[in-house]
């Protein structure tokens, strides 16, 4: 050590050279350390909130809490952190509102742009939402990767003129659109990829919802034979009265031009991620519990889902906790008994996007992105988190997959917001509704 210093006093240019690499080797240490701690304040915490839990944390506590984060947006080079192994590239930016997410067989990738549209909101509430105050703009815009390197060389407005739309999906020639208060669907050629006609009514919805619970969703079973429709509550917890809550909290199953419509499953507060597990061929969901009960309860969850399941919304959660605001006032003729949910992903993390299976360069499991809370005193959600599947089923624990998104906890300050998650050939796209930006999540 000794001989080293004497060199570097004798030697100027050594001395110069040596202090350079020590001032590069501390930038980079001091990057490596942010990074690290970005990650241990966007980590998966709470781990008792998830999992296939027997019993949940019980608590008399019933205060509204709430904390609204405040969108940053992401400046220059920022972007969320993907778990080691991938890298992310923004794929689409200074957008507005880019919610849901559907890619073509041809490998045109659909957007759904809408916003909650709800008059007099406080401007705690606005500032969470996004970026920028704007109109619904109530349109799907389509992109086309040619190159397929995570960012879009064309940008169309694909349709307009729409009510808050959502879910989409292809089948036998048209194009379907799940606005908040109705199924429409347009005739389309794939040999043009063109709209060829004026849309087509199939069925009304009920719109609207209770906070953000507009969002209608679409899948398709594997042969194009069944629609699945996911419809939020009108209400928290049915305090509005249940007649106002028909054809809602529930999956509806139709045929593709309406006809046979019924409900599929119900007693699901806000079912809005959907797909089918490869192995199983068997339907999931994401879906957001109930507030009002604390920070810890009700999680919200990832279910499979079959033909008259029934998960308790609003009488009960989890299987058989009865919703204290039902006690003594649950139908007769409903059982003190609901399916308990498959796997519990965080009270209030807002989880909405969900895609599920293995591709190239991915796991198999469930991709769940959430969108964040504001009804819990501190920020929770606000990732993309990855839950390994074994044999149809979830194993283990939740892995942060996308995570970066929280600025300053403490603050509530936030970059963006993740919705839909989606699988491309190449890549996995995540909407960042709030920051108005699209990313792709690359294997290195």
Same mark, same amino acid.
């Given at each position: ?20 690499? &020590?001032?590069? &080797? ?75 997410? #559907? ?101 009304? &919805? ?72 490869? #192995? ?21 969850? &990832? ?11 609003? #009488? ?12 003594? $006032? ?32 991915? $796991? ?81």
């Amino acid at each position: 050590m000794r001989n080293l210093q004497s060199y570097i006093l004798t030697y100027p240019l050594l001395k110069l050279c040596t202090y350079a690499v &020590l001032v590069v &080797l501390g930038f980079s240490s001091c990057f490596n350390t942010n990074q690290e701690n970005n990650e241990k304040l966007d980590s998966v915490a709470n781990l008792d909130e998830f999992g296939d839990l027997e019993d949940l944390h019980q608590s008399s506590e019933s205060r509204n809490s709430t904390k609204f984060a405040k969108i940053l947006g992401w400046k220059n080079d920022e972007k969320p952190i993907a778990t080691n192994g991938y890298r992310v590239v923004k794929f689409a930016k200074d957008l507005n509102s880019p919610r849901n997410i #559907y890619i073509g067989k041809n490998g045109d990738i659909f957007v759904a742009q809408a916003r909650t549209e709800k008059e007099n909101q406080n401007a705690k509430i606005l500032n969470s939402q996004n970026l920028f105050r704007s109109q619904s703009p109530n349109q799907i815009l389509r992109f086309r990767d040619k190159d397929k390197d995570g960012i879009a060389e064309t940008q169309e407005v694909f349709l307009d003129n729409l009510h808050q739309p959502y879910g989409m999906l292809l089948i036998d020639n048209y194009f379907y659109v799940a606005n908040t208060d109705a199924i429409i669907r347009y005739p389309y050629d794939p040999v043009t990829e063109k709209i060829t006609g004026a849309a087509q009514h199939i069925i009304d &919805l009920p719109a609207g919802g209770y906070n953000n619970h507009w969002t209608r969703n679409l899948i398709s079973n594997h042969e194009g034979s069944k629609i699945y429709v996911s419809v939020g509550s009108g209400s928290n917890v049915g305090e509005n009265g249940m007649d106002k809550e028909v054809n809602r909290a529930a999956i509806l199953e139709m045929n593709p031009d309406g006809t046979q419509q019924k409900i599929f499953a119900s007693g699901l507060r806000n079912p809005v991620g959907m797909a089918f597990e490869g #192995y199983s061929q068997t339907l999931w969901t994401v879906v957001n519990e109930r507030d009002e009960l604390g920070d810890k309860l009700v999680p919200d969850y &990832l279910t499979s889902v079959q033909d008259k399941d029934f998960y308790g919304w609003p #009488y009960l959660y989890w299987g058989h906790y009865v919703d204290p605001r039902w006690e003594g $006032k649950i139908p007769h003729s409903l059982s003190l008994q609901a399916r308990k949910p498959d796997y519990a992903i965080g009270s209030h993390t807002g989880s909405l996007g969900l895609a599920l299976g293995q591709r190239k360069g991915f $796991k198999n499991g469930a991709y769940i992105g959430q969108h964040g809370s504001w009804n819990r005193s501190e920020l929770v959600g606000y990732k993309v988190i990855f839950i390994e599947f074994e044999n149809g089923k979830p194993v283990g624990e939740p892995q942060n997959f996308l995570s970066g998104f929280i600025a300053d906890k403490n603050a509530g300050e936030v970059y963006g917001r993740p919705v839909a998650v989606a699988f491309t050939d190449n890549y996995i796209l995540v909407t960042d509704d709030a920051a108005n930006t699209i990313w792709a999540v690359i294997p290195e």
